[in-house]
């Protein structure tokens, strides 16, 4: 028998499948781990790439601000902040914020902040959650070269240095994340956030998986992120096991571009022609929390599915749909993807989370997509899509005799057709 461990949560969902099934692994390349993450954090911090050593970019008397990412990314931000803060021990606590960058998201609990940073950083530190929605606590800085007006949180805009921290990883329609990220969506308020991911900008071809220069999503949040003032940024790249293997600081540009290249050679994964049937997963927990995100799990594995081919994605989703946001109640207001799909294209009011409903629909005028996961048929069903609680067979009934590839790790993995 032939057998794959799915990243599905905090556990894994074996599969199996006969020998004489003919199955593709497709899969990032195995990067080893950096022997010690925090010393080379440090190292970086005081040599970075395209700036000046942090602790040469403070003074006592400066405001300064360390954006995070929220609950929903790997970000080892409980290993990287205080080594941060190390390098910032001229400057009072009084004067350091660190920022929630949450997007459109759910404010984060009192719980899953100390989760993510510690106990001792949530009672040291003063923590300011974004709320998009809340105009009072934003600050006009602009329009960007794309027309759209710069709305950002108005304690982190008025900080004298910003520091990004995030991860860098491939994205399905801003190329990679981290970067300008931490911003914009991250720090951003709502219209800002709208625009940059209105049907018109997904719709571009360049608004895919690997591509940032040119993309004009990327370019716009890069360009929204340094309308802020002074940054410096602080990323890093992950394995499969959410081991660092790279880390890259310093200058927004340069050093985002020399992580979004070494993980571009660690993702990217040519095939010779497209399959029957994909098996995804979202890459386990915290991505795979919520459907919503899962899109980006199919949307990797809709690259090299043949027109009409279904994709099956394991996704744990145990936030569910969620119920925050728009996009169960949007998806449920119509009866088919195509409906849904011209809906927003043709609607002139960008509506939250139609983004990821745009590229959504896409997929499901493609192809079946088959979903197991924690969530009720109904929820699967009401989202169009398929419940399934036996992936094998599901595959023996939608693919016989088909070549069928298996994405383990899902959206860290780039597949194309060479």
């Known amino acids: 028998m032939q057998q794959f461990d799915l990243k599905y949560g905090n556990t894994p969902h074996t599969i199996e499948f006969p020998d004489s099934t003919d199955i593709t692994l497709v899969e990032p390349l195995r990067t080893e781990p950096l022997r010690d993450p925090k010393t080379a954090l440090r190292d970086a911090l005081r040599a970075p790439i395209g700036k000046a050593a942090l602790r040469d970019c403070v003074r006592p008397d400066m405001k300064i601000g360390i954006i995070f990412n929220d609950i929903t990314r790997a970000t080892p931000s409980r290993m990287m902040l205080p080594i941060i803060l190390d390098e910032l021990s001229g400057v009072p606590a009084d004067r350091i914020t660190l920022f929630d960058a949450l997007g459109t998201h759910r404010a984060n609990t009192q719980e899953e902040l100390i989760g993510l940073l510690g106990e001792e950083l949530v ?3 003063r923590i300011v959650q974004n709320d998009c929605n809340d105009r009072d606590t934003q600050k006009y800085l602009g329009i960007t070269s794309f027309g759209h007006e710069i709305w ?3 304690e982190a805009a008025e900080c004298d240095l910003l520091i990004l921290t995030g991860f860098i990883e491939p994205h399905f329609f801003a190329g ?10 991250g720090m951003a308020g709502t219209g800002t956030i709208f625009h940059n991911h ?3 900008m997904i719709a571009s071809d360049n608004a895919s998986w690997g591509i940032t220069y040119g ?3 990327w370019e716009e ?16 790249t992950m394995n499969q096991d959410h081991e660092i293997t790279g880390i890259f600081c310093g200058d927004l540009r340069k050093a985002h571009k020399e992580g979004a290249a070494f993980m571009k050679n660690c993702a990217m994964s040519p095939v010779r022609e497209a399959f029957d049937a994909v098996i995804t997963t979202n890459s386990g927990y915290p991505l795979d929390m919520n459907l919503y995100q899962s899109v980006k799990g199919m949307s990797a594995a809709a690259r090299i599915a043949k027109p009409g081919a279904p994709i099956i994605i394991a996704a744990e989703c ?12 949007m998806l449920k207001q119509f009866d088919s993807p195509q409906a849904v799909y011209d809906h927003i294209m043709n609607n002139d009011r960008i509506e939250q989370d139609q983004w990821q409903i745009q590229i959504l629909a896409k997929i499901l005028m493609q192809h079946p997509v088959y979903v197991y996961s924690l969530l009720s048929d109904e929820q699967v069903r009401e989202c169009m899509m398929i419940p399934t609680h036996d992936i094998e067979e599901t595959v023996r009934q939608t693919a016989p005799g088909g070549r069928i590839c298996v994405m383990p790790q ?5 597949p194309y057709i060479q």
């Open 410 to 414: 899902g959206p860290l993995t780039i």
């Open 198 to 200: 209105s049907a018109q």
């Open 123 to 125: 009672r040291t530190y």
């Open 152 to 154: 950002i949180n108005r």
């Open 318 to 329: 145990s936030d569910g749909i969620p119920d925050h946001g728009l996009f169960r109640q």
């Open 176 to 185: 990679f994340s981290g970067g300008g990220k931490a911003i914009m969506p």
């Open 221 to 236: 949040i890069q360009e929204t992120a340094e309308s802020t003032g002074d940054l410096f940024l602080v990323n890093v």
């Open 215 to 217: 993309n004009p999503i």
